[in-house]
């Protein structure tokens, strides 16, 4: 798969698209492409575009849903907050993400005081969270949100290995994992366009077993892995506990059970 070109729309930032396309490995062009997708930074925002006729993507952690969840979410009563353990926390828990693609489960778990390491290897996806990091530190209701997120660049599988080297005090308490599959849902498709174009352009986690097994070898706590209703089970290692929503599924690995052995060594 070709790199995806990454066009500035706006003059005025140029420089900010030179840094995007040095930090991510982005080919900077300076005609706006007529066929394919392609990045393109404008005057608010950075945007996954295309000549197909659907909306940009773009990570957003201000305005819109992201606002609604921040200010009417729930809390910690959340389904993904009571899959990653916060429900009757006293300490937070840190937080991987190692599927970040938008941030939104990001976000979230931010937004209830965790801190969160978000890992995305696709150099598309990383520089719309790059973007959308930015914008959130700029604004003062977001600001203190956005300093709890930090975004690395990287193969989660390699990543976590190196973690899973760590003492246990420095390696995360939570995995969380939200793979990308094919999507088989024809119904679903033209409601989904814009999303559609987002896979396409990232591609599927064909490699979700892998990382299961490195989520595992790294997290301290647990493993969350998230699923359509529906959706296959990573393979492999059989969650401990599954929690069933309306439309979202959260398959759990609770370490203390699948590696009883590091805990009676910390004992």
């Known amino acids: 798969m070709h790199p995806t070109p990454l066009y500035c729309a706006e003059s005025a930032r140029r420089d900010t698209a030179e840094q995007l396309a040095s930090r991510f490995a982005l080919p900077l062009v300076r005609q706006r492409p007529t066929d394919g997708y392609w990045l393109e ?8 575009v295309t000549s197909a006729k659907h909306g940009a993507v773009y990570a957003e952690f201000v305005e819109g849903a992201a606002r609604h969840r921040r200010e009417q979410g729930g809390g910690r009563g959340q ?8 429900k009757g926390a006293k300490d937070l828990p840190r937080v991987v993400d190692a599927t970040a693609g938008l941030g939104g489960d990001s976000f979230v778990l931010a937004t ?38 930090t975004l690395v660049h990287a193969n989660a599988i390699a990543w ?30 033209a409601a989904k366009k814009g999303m559609q174009a987002f896979q396409h352009v990232i591609g599927d986690d064909l490699d979700s077993a892998e990382l299961l ?25 059989k969650p401990s506990v599954v929690l069933d929503g309306k439309s979202t599924r959260f398959d759990l690995y609770i370490i203390k059970a699948l590696r009883p052995q590091d805990f009676a060594d910390a004992d």
Do not use: N, W
């Not at 930074?41 to 996954?48: M, Q």
């Open 41 to 48: 930074l404008g005057p608010e925002r950075l945007e996954l």
């Open 79 to 86: 389904p993904v907050a009571k899959a990653v353990g916060l």
């Open 112 to 149: 209830l005081g965790c801190h969160v390491t978000m890992l995305e290897r696709s150099p598309v996806a990383a520089a719309l969270l790059a973007d959308a990091l930015e914008r959130a530190a700029r604004d003062p209701s977001t600001a203190d949100i956005a300093a709890r997120m």
């Open 160 to 189: 976590l290995a190196q973690q899973a080297a760590l003492p246990r005090a420095e390696r995360p308490d939570v995995v969380f994992v939200d793979p990308m599959f094919p999507d088989t849902d024809k119904k679903s498709a």
């Open 213 to 237: 097994e490195a989520a595992i070898a790294a997290a301290t706590g647990r493993v969350v892995v998230k699923r359509p209703q529906r959706g296959v089970a990573i393979e492999g290692v």
